[in-house]
């Protein structure tokens, strides 16, 4: 199971525990910690643990080889300018909400769960009688309890930093025109 998969799994509760029909990711932060991804437009969950992804057109390309199957992915675009290149999903419209209602198929009534309802899809899944609870502090409380891939980036990021550290101690950083970080400091 990738990561994408697994982070997944994390959320599937809250469909029974808040009578979900559709669980929506819209801010960035969390975007990024759902996907890896730091350009997505919106994730898009479901009980059965599918999930899709939607970006940029322009960067359909690049995402498509980063998320390797594990997802759906739909590149997004106003207008379908340049013409489609070979196995590239489009989705063309003037919102993100359309992309909900017409291939997800969200009607009015439904219940989803987004984590941002101030974001200009859940208004527009709003007016139109479709449901929104703000599933924000349940994605922040899931994000506080870090996973062993966060932990490894962390570990490398201390490790990095303390080698960065040592080396400024050992040797000094020079400043350009003034000598070494530590003369700068230790002068009177």
Same mark, same amino acid.
């Given at each position: 199971?990738?990561?994408?998969?697994y982070?997944?799994?994390?959320?599937?509760?809250?469909?029974?525990?808040?009578?979900?029909?559709?669980?929506?990711?819209?801010?960035?932060?969390?975007? $990024?910690?759902? &996907?890896?991804?730091?350009?997505?437009?919106?994730?898009?969950?479901?009980?059965?643990?599918?999930? &899709?992804?939607?970006?940029p057109?322009?960067?359909f390309?690049?995402?498509?080889?980063l @998320?390797?199957?594990?997802? &759906?992915?739909?590149?997004?675009s106003?207008?379908?300018?340049? $013409?489609?290149? $070979?196995?590239?999903?489009?989705?063309?419209?003037?919102?993100?909400?359309?992309?909900?209602?017409?291939?997800?198929?969200?009607?009015?009534?439904?219940?989803?769960?987004?984590?941002?309802?101030?974001?200009?899809v859940?208004?527009e899944?709003?007016?139109?009688g479709?449901?929104?609870?703000?599933?924000?502090?349940?994605?922040?409380?899931?994000?506080? @309890?870090?996973?062993?891939?966060?932990?490894?980036?962390?570990?490398e990021?201390?490790?990095?930093?303390e080698?960065?550290?040592?080396?400024?101690?050992?040797?000094?950083?020079e400043?350009?025109?003034?000598?070494?970080?530590? $003369?700068?400091?230790?002068?009177?």
């Amino acid at each position: 199971m990738g990561l994408i998969k697994y982070r997944v799994k994390k959320v599937l509760g809250l469909f029974d525990e808040l009578s979900l029909d559709l669980i929506i990711i819209v801010n960035e932060p969390n975007l $990024q910690y759902f &996907t890896g991804i730091d350009s997505g437009l919106m994730f898009i969950i479901n009980r059965s643990m599918d999930a &899709t992804l939607i970006v940029p057109r322009l960067d359909f390309q690049r995402v498509q080889e980063l @998320v390797n199957g594990e997802i &759906t992915l739909i590149g997004y675009s106003t207008i379908e300018i340049p $013409q489609r290149i $070979q196995g590239e999903r489009l989705f063309v419209s003037k919102g993100l909400g359309d992309y909900l209602l017409k291939e997800v198929g969200l009607k009015p009534n439904n219940i989803v769960g987004i984590d941002n309802p101030d974001s200009p899809v859940a208004k527009e899944l709003n007016s139109i009688g479709v449901k929104i609870v703000s599933i924000n502090d349940y994605i922040l409380r899931i994000r506080e @309890v870090k996973d062993d891939y966060e932990i490894k980036f962390i570990e490398e990021a201390t490790r990095i930093t303390e080698e960065a550290l040592d080396n400024v101690l050992k040797n000094g950083l020079e400043v350009e025109g003034r000598g070494t970080w530590l $003369q700068c400091c230790t002068r009177e």
